[in-house]
């Protein structure tokens, strides 16, 4: 696995972490395909629900002639439900990490699609690819299914949706799927199925390790685990040491605690509203979103949903920011507000962005707008100086 040959930097710190990538070898997808049909994952159950509602509706912002980008694509059997709403089509463009997984899924889809043009990338969709040849001309839709947007933090995720804007081009659109479920007590089974679907899963980068880099990994001797982190909103998969021990990896050796984990996984859990604000970051506007709720038996909810986004138009990037600073006064954060030199932010989102706010200031080129209050509705943060926390 070239990812970790020679230094491995992630195990070489005091809080050894994994890329999750390193998931996605042939076997790890297979599992991976498994783990959306067990009955504690809800994610897959959700969105295929949802899409199946809602893809004429979808289908209503694509132009004849598109082309179809599907970041992450897996065995594709989510777009399908999209393909069969879009006769129209131009072309579909699946990339995916795992080659094994795209051979797989590109033969069903020529077979079922025959006068579908399909172009699959095979590597890693969080760095920026090039589309083909047979994109250029074509309004271009993005597709982004199954909260993979998840996996990544906020920063990253901005820096993600950002280089998907620049990828898709000027009046393109992005279909994202995420999951806003956020009750661990249906989360933690979701990640720690009691098949052990999802531990397998997580002990098969130690095996990709132990053939593609020479380590020494004994599986028997590391223990799967999935928690719920209510402070940063996400949940976490490790691979926790059950003894003192020591692995060889690419000639050297790694030593680990008994109860010392390998951080494999996050999963964030967005709100819709932190969504937004890391779209918004990133130069897309909200064109439309979909929820769907569903009432577990143990009262709490579960709850996905589907949004579609259009990039900015030239003359219509932000003419304002917001400045946040916590209660020492250091700055925090910008996020742009498209197409207004003033405007307000739920508290909501405040609060999902994790930041403790104490003064918020607006920004901007027009000379009226710099510190002015805005408190026009109950709920919503006021834009101005000697703002008290809630």
């Known amino acids: 696995m070239a990812l970790l040959r020679g230094d491995p930097v992630g195990l070489s710190v005091p809080r050894k972490t994994l890329p999750s990538k390193c998931f996605y070898d042939a076997e790890g997808s297979r599992l991976f395909e498994a783990i959306c049909e067990l009955p504690e994952y809800h994610v897959m159950r959700m969105e295929t629900a949802q899409l199946t509602d809602i893809a004429s509706e979808l289908a209503g912002f694509v132009r004849d002639g598109a082309a179809l980008v599907e970041f992450g694509s897996s065995a594709s059997a989510k777009t399908r439900l999209l393909l069969d709403a879009l006769p129209g089509l131009g072309c579909y463009v699946p990339i995916d990490i795992s080659q094994a997984a795209l051979d797989w899924a590109v033969a069903a889809l020529v077979d079922d699609y025959p006068g579908l043009p399909t172009w699959p990338l095979a590597g890693d969709f969080t760095v920026r690819p ?73 002990r098969n980068v130690l095996v990709r390790l132990n053939r593609e880099c020479g380590a020494d990994f004994d599986l028997a001797m590391f223990e799967h685990r999935a928690v719920w982190n209510a402070t940063e909103g996400r949940v976490e998969m490790h691979l926790a040491s059950r003894t003192d021990q020591v692995v060889v990896l690419g000639g050297r050796r790694i030593a680990f605690a008994a109860g010392e984990t390998i951080h494999t996984k996050n999963s964030y859990k967005y709100h819709p ?54 209660r020492t006064h250091q700055f925090r954060q910008l996020i742009p507000v498209p197409g207004s030199s003033i405007a307000s932010i739920s508290g909501a989102e405040c609060r999902g962005l994790g930041l403790g706010l104490s003064q918020i200031r607006c920004l901007s080129d027009a000379p009226s707008s710099p510190n002015r209050t805005v408190c026009d509705r109950p709920g919503l943060w006021c834009l101005g100086e000697s703002l008290n926390d809630t």
Do not use: C
């Open 130 to 202: 090039h589309l083909p040849d047979g994109a250029d001309g074509r309004p271009v839709v993005g597709f982004f299914p199954g909260s993979t947007i998840g996996n990544l933090p906020s920063d990253e995720a901005t820096a993600f949706l950002g280089r998907v804007r620049m990828l898709l081009g000027a009046g393109s659109s992005l279909i994202l799927g995420a999951d806003h479920t956020r009750a661990a007590s249906l989360l933690v089974p979701a990640y720690d199925d009691a098949q052990g679907v999802t531990a397998a899963f997580n």
């Open 273 to 326: 509203e932190q969504l937004d604000g890391l779209a918004t970051r990133a130069g897309w506007e909200l064109a439309e979103r979909w929820l769907h709720r569903l009432t577990a038996p143990n009262g709490k909810e579960w709850v996905f949903g589907t949004t579609i986004m259009n990039a900015w138009h030239r003359g219509r990037e932000p003419k304002a920011r917001i400045a946040f600073t916590d």
